[in-house]
């Protein structure tokens, strides 16, 4: 970092939570050009959300400094407080709650990702099991499907593009919800001849490239896969070798795949039997280089678990499994002949409490890493299974994310404590209690992160300038509650940088390795597992278990009866939400060059579905559900299907301090009613929502 | 002479708009104006697909530009050594008449100084050995900083690869 002259800081973004690897140019201690970091992408390519992190550092309408409520919850009242007087609040509230409530009635909802650690690390320490994530309503389902039939996570697979050469995607929108590197490799596959199929509800720059397109009604993904799998087991288009090596439950699959061939799901889906046969054939010629993306949008129906297993049946049918233009598995330090970065959970006492979501003992198929934040109000309301009274949002916006914010809104208003931390204005900051303004991602050094995959690293996100207004990093705003909490023990560092060194002690690197390129690569070339014997499939046999243990041990089905999703009520439309490439939903909607783009959403609409409606492109039309109502400006296409409507996720921003994007658009959420409620897979099922439409008078 | 040109490879963009952010953040634009621009025209379905055309809309620096034969004050200016075609902003008086003489919207009008600012071609980046921001910063490398000679090579090697592959015994 340099005050004067100019300077090259590498550093990792946080724009969105890809965290691609940048390269931040300062000059007289300004951020001068944010760009990708050549040393990791081979260039200095950066999506325009990364490129947009200058202005959102030096906005004014970021938060400043901490703010106390000075009026009702929600009532947009504020105080100025000293870092001093907010801490010291905090710590008395939480320290109430404990004596009184004990350990449990805290809870830390997160945003997840990387750089999880430190909470997560506090969190134990207050002796609570009580560590929420957003997963609930974004990729739950697609982590525990995974978990239960190969024992991973979603991410810790890498998916190989730039050597696949047959890919289908589901509702995954590559190239518009971006991430650099992913983008880039996904379009280099291209073209060096990579095929592809695109299935959603409705067309988008995705479906654009696609080799196949198929607009789906909305919720048959799964019964599209079931007769894939139908076609792959009936023509014995699967890889038998890798089969026959790790898969469990093939014959308890073909029972119940008998039915679903490619023309019932023609019926099912809309999308032509002869062309779910050829797909099937396409892919099983050019396996293993095969991927069926497990992706994350788009279906979260009731059933979206045995539709993401689905998609991981098929890549083990395909024999994708760490093999070149297939999935490869995640490394890390040990794998590459490393000691372990150390972490802080580790350091305190476990915690034997159970958790307030039921997760890992009434729902014990479901990780805990990620839990069921959706259940957190009615823990609140019922104080069952015990008393929750205080709540830690660090990035976590629920009132944006999840479904139906009036219904968490009701849960919520029974804390003693909620406290926002945040680099901005959200959602819950706007109702906290306490609102503490972490600095920016250009303005901190966080955690080093280490970058699992085929070829492991060691990445760091390093302050490229001083922070602005009275912000604070993340390390130093936990140790400062730590300290008046008590555990002050369990966060053995006085500043990032002895924190760093002494999460590096056992590797041999040091902090000054980071300087020349951002990152430290623990491997030269990829690490690959020898595909016949040492694959390492976490379940309980150490195979691909179809039929899982994890399910039949629990009392669920592998295999349930597929049912048909729901068709919308006459005069109803299910609504379905997504994403574009210059936003990452709610969060940058306030960036002045962001906002400049795209500053609102709008609904689209089936052409005719609008010709029976009344409604033209542009026209204003009420959009509603259960006595909630937004209004939206009408996009009518024939790329959508006529049973769904579509928007862009996280408009309508409620917070008038964000001037730019206050009241611009609607509010997807708050028309999903009822829907904050676990499913199978963990996830809320955020698209069995059904709303009506009618043009505005 | 101007002998520059940003090369668009169709296939590889998608429609992100990096390039229009890495410019703006470059030049410090403010809201409103942008010295380059995506349009997205389409979709339009060929092929059973719908496909849509990203067309970027930079400043092309034209040989003749009609931008500068109109200027009245001599502020919009062609290089000498490489054709690039700027303004100089203190000689700018606001008339914008290089706005009425562009038959592709390239000069910018700049309503906090009352003046015109366009696409330079990041002439001071090209100054340090450096290729402009858009291609620089572009996400998946679809834009590239070549000569016109080298984006004709590109296009017929492309076309060639296209219709190499569809001959069945090649």
Redesign the interface.
């Known amino acids: 970092m340099a005050d004067t002259g100019r300077a090259t800081v590498y550093s990792i973004c946080v724009m969105c939570t890809v965290r691609c690897p940048i390269e931040v140019e300062v000059e007289n201690g300004q951020v001068k050009?944010?760009?990708?970091n050549p040393h990791v992408l081979g260039?200095?390519?950066?999506?325009?959300?990364?490129?947009?992190g200058?202005?959102f550092q030096n906005d004014s309408e970021r938060l400043q400094y901490p703010m106390m409520r000075d009026g009702e919850r929600g009532e947009g009242k504020w105080k100025r407080a000293t870092w001093d007087e907010a801490l010291d609040y905090i710590a008395d509230k939480l320290k109430a709650s404990i004596d009184k409530y004990g350990g449990e009635s805290v809870v830390l909802g997160d945003r997840g990702g990387g750089f999880t650690d430190l909470q997560k690390a506090f969190i134990k320490a207050l002796g609570s099991p009580n560590y929420l994530n957003h997963h609930g309503a974004c990729s739950s389902s697609v982590h525990n499907a995974h978990n239960a039939i190969a024992g991973h996570r979603r991410n810790t697979v890498a998916y190989d593009f730039k050597n696949c050469k047959y890919t289908v995607l589901y509702g995954r929108n590559i190239?518009?919800s971006?991430g650099?590197k992913e983008?880039?490799d996904f379009?280099d596959a291209?073209?060096s001849g990579m095929k592809f199929v695109h299935i959603d509800v409705r067309?988008n720059?995705t479906?654009?490239?696609?080799?196949?397109?198929f607009i789906i009604r909305p919720g048959t993904d799964y019964a599209f896969n079931l007769a894939l799998i139908n076609t792959i087991l009936r023509d014995n288009l699967y890889d038998a070798e890798f089969v026959d090596r790790w898969v469990l439950g093939m014959k308890e699959l073909e029972e119940f795949i008998g039915p679903y061939a490619p023309e019932w799901a023609e019926r099912e889906t809309g999308i032509p039997a002869k062309e779910i046969r050829a797909i099937a054939h396409e892919a099983a010629d050019l396996k293993p280089a095969v991927v069926f993306n497990q992706g994350w949008m788009t279906a979260w129906t009731e059933n979206d678990y045995y539709f993401r297993r689905s998609i991981y049946i098929l890549n083990a049918l395909m024999g994708v499994y760490e093999a070149k233009g297939g999935l490869l598995f995640s490394k890390g330090e040990a794998a590459a002949g490393y000691k372990p970065v150390k972490m802080l959970k580790p350091l305190s006492p476990k915690v034997d409490r159970k958790r307030l979501d039921g997760v890992g003992w009434k729902y014990k198929h479901l990780s805990e890493d990620y839990g069921m934040a959706q259940m957190l109000p009615y823990a609140i309301l019922k104080e069952d299974p015990y008393p929750v009274k205080a709540l830690i949002c660090y990035r976590f916006d629920p009132l944006s994310s999840f479904p139906d914010p009036a219904a968490y809104l009701e849960g919520l208003k029974k804390l003693d404590l909620l406290l926002s931390i945040d680099v901005n204005y959200s959602h819950i900051g706007w109702y906290s209690d306490v609102v503490l303004p972490e600095c920016t991602y250009l303005e901190r050094t966080d955690p080093v992160l280490v970058k699992k995959g085929p070829k492991p690293a060691l990445w760091l996100r390093r302050q490229a300038v001083e922070p602005k207004y009275d912000s604070k990093p993340k390390w130093w705003i936990f140790k400062q509650l730590a300290e008046r909490l008590g555990i002050g023990e369990y966060f053995p560092y006085n500043t990032i940088e002895e924190l760093i060194e002494w999460q590096l002690q056992d590797t041999g690197i040091k902090l000054s390795d980071f300087d020349e390129k951002g990152v430290v690569s623990l491997s030269d070339k990829q690490i690959l597992w020898d595909r016949k014997d040492g694959l390492q499939f976490k379940t309980p046999s150490g195979k691909i278990e179809f039929l899982s243990s994890l399910l039949e041990d629990n009392g669920i089905p592998s295999f349930p009866v597929y049912e048909s999703p729901k068709k919308p009520p006459k005069g109803q439309y299910r609504l379905v939400t997504g994403k574009i490439?210059?936003h990452t939903q709610g969060t940058s909607l306030n960036n002045?060059?962001?906002n400049?783009?795209q500053s609102e959403n709008t609904l689209w609409i089936n052409t005719g579905e609008a010709e029976r409606l009344g409604v033209a492109t542009g026209d204003t039309v009420e959009v509603s559900v259960k006595g909630v109502t937004q209004e939206v400006k009408a996009s009518v296409t024939d790329?959508i299907h006529p049973e769904a409507v579509f928007t862009l996720h996280g408009y309508g921003r409620e917070i008038p301090l964000q001037t730019r994007a206050y009241q611009k658009g609607m509010r997807d959420n708050t028309l999903m009613k009822g829907l904050l409620k676990p499913t199978v897979g963990g996830n809320c099922p955020i698209t069995e929502c059904f709303v009506k439409i009618k043009k505005k008078p | 002479m101007s002998d520059y040109y940003i090369h668009q490879d169709q296939k590889r963009c998608i429609g992100c708009r990096a390039c229009e952010l890495h410019c703006k953040t470059t030049h410090d634009v403010p809201v409103g104006p942008s010295f380059c621009k995506i349009i997205p025209v389409g979709p339009e379905v060929v092929g059973g697909v719908p496909r849509i055309h990203f067309v970027f809309m930079p400043c092309f620096h034209c040989e003749q530009p009609w931008c500068v034969a109109v200027c009245p004050t001599g502020a919009m200016n062609q290089r000498q050594k490489d054709g690039i075609v700027s303004v100089d902003r203190s000689l700018c008086i606001g008339c914008k008449t290089c706005i009425t003489a562009c038959p592709w919207g390239a000069p910018q009008w700049d309503k906090e100084t009352g003046k015109v600012f366009k696409c330079d071609f990041c002439k001071d980046r090209l100054d340090e050995g450096l290729e402009p921001s858009c291609v620089t910063g572009c996400t998946t490398a679809a834009l590239k900083w070549v000569t016109p000679a080298e984006s004709s090579a590109l296009r017929r090697e492309r076309f060639a690869k296209g219709i190499a592959k569809d001959i069945p015994d090649r």
């Open positions: 050009k944010i760009w990708g260039g200095r390519h950066l999506c325009p959300r990364g490129a947009a200058k202005v190239l518009e971006i650099t983008a880039k379009i291209l073209e067309w720059y479906a654009a490239k696609a080799d196949r397109f490439g210059v002045p060059y962001l400049e783009i790329h």
